[in-house]
């Protein structure tokens, strides 16, 4: 399986299985979400194929993750302090943390190296909106902002059922919502950009984002819905404090299989939209509907 390339303008049923099926078992590899960031990064950045020319279609894949001010270490506070022109930070604003990347040019492959994107204060809805395409993205995943910039645990529930929807820019060129123009989207012929995520029960927001040299459609773009629900299964177990300012304590075991209970039907019923979307045989569904069942329920069951 972790040789399968995927076509992102030919993406099927079984290619979403596969490369959800992938990025998931990373979690048995990894020993903390950095690691398990960057394999998915570098999954995601290595399968990711034109198959009319062979090359990789994507390129760059970067994993980011919210985390409170107070949560992260010194070289990151004095990048959001310089951000912000040295105006104070509240201990309980939060920041998007660029966890992984991996891309064509060799910076694009260290955190370290990124200029600009390693941090992002979400000091309030006004600065956010300087940065449109992060403030897009959140838009777009169906997200109120006030849930980024303030978690609120009473709301932490009702997320865990939800099904967010993906970034999708079909066009990157000449887009506002995709940035640096000259500089990244013309020299690097992005055709499309493609962002998922969601929210975890600790309040934490995860994203991942995918700048792609080959146009995706819309019904690619949808199927991605499901690849964040595996990521979502895969990054649970690595987070364990919660950031909610009136409720900051660790996530309780009880809490963690409730919340992967709520994904794995979140999964079940993604496949049933995507197969009915697909227009695929119902045999062919049905296997995979039943193969991600007996995953996750073995799955859950190791939690239990």
């Keep these: 399986m972790n040789n399968a390339v995927y076509d992102l ?54 994993f980011f993750m919210t985390y409170p001010y107070t949560s992260i270490d010194g070289k990151l506070r004095h990048l959001a ?29 260290s955190t370290k190296l990124s200029k ?5 204060p979400l000091l309030s809805e006004d600065i956010l909106k300087k940065n449109l395409m992060v403030y897009q993205f959140i838009y777009q995943l169906g997200l109120d902002i006030s849930s980024v910039l303030n978690p609120d645990p009473k709301l932490a529930l009702e997320l865990e059922g939800r099904i967010f929807n993906v970034y999708h820019v079909p066009d990157a ?33 995860f994203a991942v984002l ?16 499901n690849i964040a629900l595996n990521i979502r299964m ?16 660790e996530i309780t075991e009880a809490e963690r299989l409730r919340s992967m209970i709520a ?21 062919g569904t049905s296997l995979s509907v039943a193969r991600f069942l007996g995953n996750f329920t073995k799955k859950v069951w190791l939690y239990v």
């Excluded at 994904?263 to 045999?283: C, D, F, G, P, V």
């Design 81 to 109: 302090d310089t951000i912000l022109h040295s105006q104070p930070a509240p201990p309980e604003m939060k920041c998007l943390i660029l966890m992984a990347t991996a891309g064509i040019q060799p910076e694009w492959n």
């Design 9 to 62: 303008t030919k993406f099927t049923l079984q290619d979403m299985t596969n490369c959800g099926d992938a990025l998931q078992q990373f979690e048995s590899k990894a020993k903390n979400v950095e690691e398990l960031a960057d394999l998915m990064v570098r999954y995601l950045y290595d399968h990711l194929i034109d198959k009319q020319t062979g090359e990789k279609s994507s390129a760059l894949v970067r």
């Design 173 to 205: 060129l000449n887009s506002p919502y995709v940035p640096a123009q000259n500089e990244f989207v013309v020299p690097f012929g992005i055709k499309s950009a493609l962002g998922f995520g969601g929210m975890l029960p600790t309040g934490n927001l």
């Design 210 to 225: 995918i700048f792609s040299k080959t146009k995706i459609p819309r019904h690619t773009a949808d199927m991605f819905k």
């Design 234 to 249: 895969a990054v649970l177990p690595f987070v364990s404090e919660k950031i909610f300012v009136i409720d900051k304590k």
């Design 263 to 283: 994904t794995q039907t979140n999964i079940l019923e993604m496949y049933k939209q995507t197969a009915i979307e697909q227009s695929r045989r119902l045999e």
């Design 116 to 120: 600009g994107h390693r941090v992002l």
